[in-house]
């Protein structure tokens, strides 16, 4: 028995969540008295994939391949459940990220597991089943489940689990893995990164903006102080849906769910939409120039005033710090 994790990558460098499953499996492993396996598809060098092995893991499974250079959902998911079944994982651990959460069902299916996805917690291990809390109801509420299928498939969210160094280093396998032209339906020929700024499922702070900005030309304060501040950037869905900003930053119950140590809210009302995908952030910050704004009841910290007069007095203050 062991515990399978998959690891994912951006053009051969590992994610910050890659290392945070990593921590999880290796918990859930010791909890089982088993071994923590890591998996990881594309091209990665070895120097890169043995770092695992101060996060507790043993054993690292790569597949290169050139078809699979790109993320190719079917085929990834064909290679992980066959890994977990040569390999006779009990349990695999995904990030709750867009690759995991496409991954997931598709492993659980073949794999014939229960599956709970964006867990918050380690699992409570007895016997066979196991009992773990989940975030539900788009964050409103914590549900605790319990999945008695002999074999499980979990995602965590992003953020949610710390990952700890442990000393030690990992061992790299080539994992040949068999995988079918059907596995080949969709295929991504080219990723064109339209920017270099950081991740914003991963970030660790995040400067988002709402309507209360006015207008697509008032965001070079939102880009200043969220540069300043090595943050991403994200937005409300009003913003997005009028272009002002990319779909891709828009957070909420219809976008992104973030839970970053820090979340600065400008000019946003904090509906319960959008509320939905900010809410598990640590600390949240709002500026707003409407007392009565419902996101101050969430808030950790809230300044009353014109963003236009607070957001250029912050910028000037973070830079002399
Ligand atoms: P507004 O509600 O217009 O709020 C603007 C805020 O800016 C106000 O509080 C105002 O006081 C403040 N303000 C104005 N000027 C200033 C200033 N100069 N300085 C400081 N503050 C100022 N929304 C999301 O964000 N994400 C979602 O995923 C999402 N999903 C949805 C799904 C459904 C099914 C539905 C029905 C709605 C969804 N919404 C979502 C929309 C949501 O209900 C709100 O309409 C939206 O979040 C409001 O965006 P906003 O706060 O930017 O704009």
């Not at 959460?101 to 073949?110: H, V, Y």
Request: glycine content about 8%.
């Amino acid at each position: 028995m062991s515990v399978l994790v998959y690891i994912e990558n951006t053009d051969g460098q590992l994610k910050k969540s890659a290392f945070e499953v990593a921590s999880y499996g290796k918990d859930i492993a010791t909890q089982l008295g088993t071994e923590a396996i890591a998996l990881a598809i594309g091209d990665i060098s070895s120097d890169e994939l043995t770092k695992l092995g101060n996060y507790g893991i043993a054993k690292v499974l790569h597949v290169s391949s050139a078809d699979l250079k790109t993320f190719v959902n079917q085929a990834y998911a064909s290679i992980i459940a066959s890994a977990a079944k040569q390999h006779n994982a009990s349990i695999v651990v995904l990030s709750n990220t867009f690759s995991g959460k496409g991954l997931a069902p598709r492993i659980a299916t073949k794999l014939e597991a229960g599956l709970v996805a964006g867990a918050t917690s380690l699992p409570t291990v007895s016997g066979d089943s196991f009992e773990v809390t989940k975030t539900a109801f788009s964050n409103k509420a914590i549900a605790s489940v319990t999945v008695d299928s002999s074999i499980k498939v979990i995602t965590i969210n992003p953020n949610s689990y710390a990952a700890t160094e442990t000393g030690g280093s990992a061992q790299v396998e080539a994992f040949n893995a068999p995988v079918e032209s059907s596995d080949f339906g969709t295929i991504v020929k080219d990723i064109v990164r339209a920017t270099d700024k950081i991740s914003l499922p991963e970030a660790d702070i995040v400067v988002s903006a709402g309507r209360g900005l006015k207008g697509p030309e008032n965001w070079a304060m939102v880009e200043e102080l969220a540069n300043v501040l090595g943050a991403a950037t994200a937005c409300s869905k009003p913003v997005s849906d009028a272009g002002w900003r990319p779909h891709s930053e828009h957070v909420g119950q219809t976008g992104i769910v973030v839970s970053p140590n820090l979340y600065i809210a400008i000019g946003i009302s904090g509906a319960i939409q959008h509320l939905a995908g900010v809410s598990s952030s640590k600390t949240i910050v709002v500026i707003n120039k409407d007392l009565e704004a419902p996101f101050f009841k969430v808030a950790d910290y809230g300044i009353v005033g014109d963003a236009f007069v607070i957001v250029p007095k912050l910028i000037e203050a973070l830079k002399a710090y």
